[in-house]
């Protein structure tokens, strides 16, 4: 269905002929998002397919296959990153105009794999850049709070400034950044992307992140599990709601360009805690809700070269970007939901 608000005006820009008026519809877009059954692309895949009116076509691979909505509400097509045929051959027969790039090996996955990391992160992202380069697609491939390293400021971390990740994961990530840049200034290809930070849902777990014991926290809590925390107290990260990270997601790729100054990729942020802040909040709707920490090296080294809290500024300024959810409204939703979801009535 066509919503007569998402009707608008289009007015060439090089013309004086000022009769030359469109009237285009801004829902009809033909989107593929690549891994769609993974934390984010699960989520973003309903979400664009309940607002754009073209073909959102759930890229996977094998072993990962779409099931129940996401398979029945739209079309699915098997699409490995590192197969540019694939992606290719995908594109035209949907006649695609926009990418979500998705594919990646999360932090603590790819400190263990650092080689496939690569393939998937930049090889990958290579094949998605040279086909929306020849088929004039948009793209959106997220960056990270880890595509920092310990030689950037830790609080309130600019939006440009030392780049130095020591982790596989912000190696691709810092990468992805300038080649996507590089795409947009040589090529002219429609490359943006957000900087998300920890990505807390109740819907598809993360897997293999440093981040992830945010939303592990709220599995054991709401199931009446005593949670063992591989972070150490007091180390700070940006976290955001899943809802707030979608929005994000969708809301850079409608921004004006003529605003952006800025593409890959702008620091976005909503909350910033450590384990014992989380748990505290939690405790405040599940009293008898208990925590112990048995830190794990590899996470925890990995947290600490991650910065505390990043400065969002430019994407306020250039696109508006404004987070809805702070941890107490998250955590009252995140409650709420997993009860639900396992079925636990209080
Ligand atoms: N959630 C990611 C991770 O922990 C960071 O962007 O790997």
């Known amino acids: 269905m066509h919503n007569y608000e998402n009707w608008c005006i289009f007015v060439p820009r090089f ?4 009769l030359n008026i469109f009237l285009y519809d801004r829902t009809m877009k033909n989107i593929l998002i690549i891994g769609s059954t993974g934390q984010i692309g699960s989520e973003l895949t309903m979400k664009l397919r309940g607002i754009y009116t073209g073909n959102v076509v759930a890229g996977y691979i094998p072993g ?3 099931k129940g ?23 035209d027969k949907y006649n695609i105009d926009t990418i979500y790039n998705l ?3 999360l932090s603590a996955v790819a400190e263990n794999k650092p080689q496939l990391a690569w393939h998937i992160g930049i090889d990958g992202l290579m094949n998605v850049l040279e086909v929306s380069r020849e088929k004039h697609c948009a793209v959106f491939t997220p960056s990270s709070i880890g595509s920092f390293g310990p030689n950037a400021p830790k609080d309130g971390t600019p939006q440009d400034t030392i780049q130095q990740p020591r ?8 990468t992805g950044e300038l080649l996507s840049n590089y795409y947009a200034l040589k090529f002219g290809v429609d490359t943006r992307s957000v900087r ?26 709401v199931q009446g599990k005593k949670f063992v925390c591989p972070i150490a107290a007091g180390t700070l990260m940006d976290m955001m709601y899943m809802p707030d990270a979608l929005r994000a997601a969708i809301e850079i790729m409608e921004a004006d360009p003529t605003r952006l100054e800025h593409r890959n990729s702008f620091n976005i942020a909503s909350m910033s805690f450590d384990p014992e802040c989380i748990y505290q909040k939690i405790k405040e709707y599940i009293p008898e809700f208990e925590m112990e920490y048995q830190v794990d090296p590899l996470r925890q080294g990995i947290a600490d070269s991650w910065p505390n809290k990043l400065d969002d500024t430019c994407a306020r300024m250039e696109w508006d970007w ?17 009860r639900i979801k396992f079925g636990i009535n209080k």
Not at 15 to 18: K, V
Not at 324 to 338: G, P, Q, S
């Open 322 to 338: 404004k987070p809805e959810y702070d941890l107490d409204a998250m955590t009252k939703d995140m409650i709420e939901k997993l």
């Open 103 to 105: 594919a990646a090996l």
């Open 64 to 66: 990962a296959e779409p």
């Open 196 to 221: 998300f930070p920890g990505l807390i849902s109740y819907v598809t777990p993360p897997g293999g992140g440093t981040t992830d014991y945010a939303v592990d926290i709220y599995y054991s809590a």
């Open 15 to 18: 013309t004086d002929i000022n």
């Open 167 to 174: 982790t596989m994961y912000g190696v691709t990530k810092v």
């Open 69 to 91: 909505e996401l398979l029945e509400s739209g079309p699915s097509e098997i699409v490995d990153i590192t197969n540019a045929a694939q992606i290719g051959a995908v594109v």
